[in-house]
């Protein structure tokens, strides 16, 4: 599995199981501090420009709008949206939807395969304790 290691793609995963279980805001607090920048806030409701969208992210006030409460929950649209606060804070993140999109199902990957490892790893340790 290529991208990031170590730290950051355990970090990166739990925020994804923080985002799953309804705690978007400790996620994103947890990775802003990783990656040095402020915290953006979350709000649920989107301004009626982007009423089609199911977030945006509204550099001026550090804002991440959502759509409804159900997207609050999503990691996807979560992490697809601190991509674009990445962007706006930090020169070196490149900024388009693909990275951005990018970024989450990363994210997301990252959090399946270390539940794969884990699952692995109990099953390991049952077969070893039957032998």
Do not use: W
């Given at each position: 599995m290529?991208?990031p290691r170590?730290?950051?793609a355990?970090?990166?995963?739990?925020?994804?199981l923080?985002?799953?279980r309804?705690?978007?805001?400790?996620?994103l607090?947890?990775?802003?501090?990783?990656y040095?920048?402020p915290a953006?806030?979350?709000?649920?409701?989107?301004p009626?420009?982007h009423?089609r969208?199911?977030?945006?992210?509204?550099?001026?006030?550090r804002?991440i709008?959502?759509?409804?409460?159900?997207?609050?929950?999503?990691?996807f649209?979560?992490l697809?949206?601190?991509?674009?606060?990445l962007?706006s804070t930090r020169?070196?993140?490149a900024?388009?939807?693909?990275n951005?999109?990018?970024?989450?199902?990363?994210?997301?990957?990252l959090?399946?395969?270390?539940?794969?490892e884990?699952?692995?790893?109990?099953?390991?340790?049952?077969?070893?304790?039957e032998?």
């Open positions: 290529s991208g170590g730290y950051e355990g970090l990166r995963a739990y925020a994804v923080l985002i799953l309804g705690d978007a805001e400790k996620a607090e947890m990775l802003s501090e990783h040095g920048v953006p806030r979350l709000r649920v409701g989107l009626r420009r009423a969208a199911l977030g945006c992210y509204d550099p001026g006030r804002l709008c959502l759509r409804s409460s159900r997207e609050y929950r999503d990691p649209v979560v697809h949206e601190f991509y674009h606060h962007r020169a070196e993140f900024g388009s939807e693909k951005a999109d990018r970024y989450a199902l990363e994210s997301i990957r959090c399946l395969h270390l539940y794969e884990c699952r692995n790893l109990l099953r390991a340790v049952k077969d070893e304790q032998t």
